[in-house]
């Protein structure tokens, strides 16, 4: 799939995605949760570590500011059954833009192992952080949602 370049300079970003750093082959902001600081750039990749940040001091996944109450997370759908989200709580307003920006790069993207046909977006007023019990299995942390209020399906 080639990339529309056109529909997603077009997508309206939140002013505070818009300052991050933009990933120069692919003129999107880098997540903040995808920075590992070192200089490498990995679209869809979780960070462990700041993904954990995100978490324990409520800031935004994508954009890297602080949350207000109510908090989404974003996933495959699978991962909405499961209650088992691998991307870190973001604003509403950067989920909206993130699903309207990354997916069409045609890549894995917002922490996917791979493309995702049918994404979720689900809006709740607390979480849970799950870090990995053992160092064997998968290594990554999950969030789950305690206090749904909105629960939708996107297509990819
Ligand atoms: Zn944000």
Not at 40 to 45: A, F, S
Not at 48 to 53: E, L, N, P
Not at 90 to 111: D, K, T
Request: hydrophobic content about 40%; glycine content about 8%; aromatic content about 6%.
């Amino acid at each position: 799939m080639t990339v529309d370049r056109d529909a997603r300079s077009t997508v309206p970003l939140p002013a505070d995605l818009a300052d991050r750093p933009t990933d120069p082959r692919r003129g999107v902001p880098v997540p903040f949760v995808s920075d590992a600081e070192d200089g490498t750039v990995e679209i869809g990749r979780v960070v462990k570590k700041r993904a954990i940040r995100c978490a324990l001091s409520r800031i935004c996944g994508l954009c890297g500011i602080s949350l207000e109450w109510g908090v989404t997370f974003v996933g495959s759908a699978e991962e909405a059954e499961a209650n088992a989200f691998h991307y870190p709580p973001l604003h509403r307003g950067c989920a909206e833009a993130a699903l309207r920006l990354y997916p069409a790069l045609g890549e894995p993207v917002l922490g996917q192992p791979a493309r995702v046909d049918t994404w979720a977006l689900v809006v709740t007023g607390g979480f849970e952080l799950e870090r990995p019990a053992s160092r064997q299995g998968d290594q990554r942390v999950a969030f789950h949602a305690n206090a749904v209020s909105e629960d939708l399906r996107l297509p990819g």
